[in-house]
């Protein structure tokens, strides 16, 4: 049976956010490794205002570019990071905001990127979101065809 998990331990996932979303990426980069990954930090590492597109893309580019198996995107809501994100094609990062959303993002969509708003959920939500989005393996058969589709 074709083993259809995200990642394995000892793969490296990216992990990227904006100023917002800086203190939330610290603990996140903690539990990934606590999962078995290696954390690819792209930034930002401080508090100093940014612009989420740079590190959004800087993500989805890390992913193409197959330094990283999958990643985890942080800005304020989410939404402006994951926007970013997924104007590459062959990304799919999905706005998880509870343990269900995270969960059918992986068997559904085959999500490659978690995204998550710093100022939406918590430090233990974001963890336990993470742990799930990454034991999940992708459903395949009908959600194969659907999506193919998105390019
Ligand atoms: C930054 O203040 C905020 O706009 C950003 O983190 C994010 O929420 C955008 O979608």
């Given at each position: 049976?074709t083993?259809t998990?995200l ?10 956010s904006?100023h917002?979303?800086v203190?939330?990426k610290?603990?996140l980069?903690g ?5 078995g990954?290696?954390?690819l930090d ?5 508090s100093?205002?940014?612009?989420y597109?740079d590190f ?10 197959k330094k ?11 939404i402006?990071?994951s ?10 990062a999905?706005?998880a ?8 993002a992986r ?7 978690l995204a998550?708003g710093a100022r ?5 939500q974001?963890?336990t ?5 990454f034991a999940?393996?992708?459903a395949g058969?009908?959600?194969?065809r659907r999506?193919a589709?998105?390019?």
């Amino acid at each position: 049976m074709t083993d259809t998990r995200l990642a394995r331990p000892g793969d490296i996932v990216a992990i990227a956010s904006d100023h917002a979303g800086v203190e939330l990426k610290t603990a996140l980069k903690g539990e990934l490794s606590a999962l078995g990954f290696v954390p690819l930090d792209l930034g930002t590492n401080s508090s100093d205002s940014v612009d989420y597109p740079d590190f959004g893309h800087a993500l989805a580019q890390a992913i193409l570019d197959k330094k990283a198996v999958a990643g985890v995107a942080i800005c304020g809501t989410g939404i402006g990071i994951s926007i970013a994100v997924n104007r590459h094609a062959g990304i799919r990062a999905a706005l998880a905001y509870d343990d269900a959303t995270a969960k059918l993002a992986r068997e559904h969509n085959d999500a490659n990127v978690l995204a998550m708003g710093a100022r939406i959920v918590n430090a233990d939500q974001a963890k336990t979101m993470l742990k799930t989005f990454f034991a999940t393996p992708f459903a395949g058969d009908r959600h194969a065809r659907r999506v193919a589709k998105l390019g």
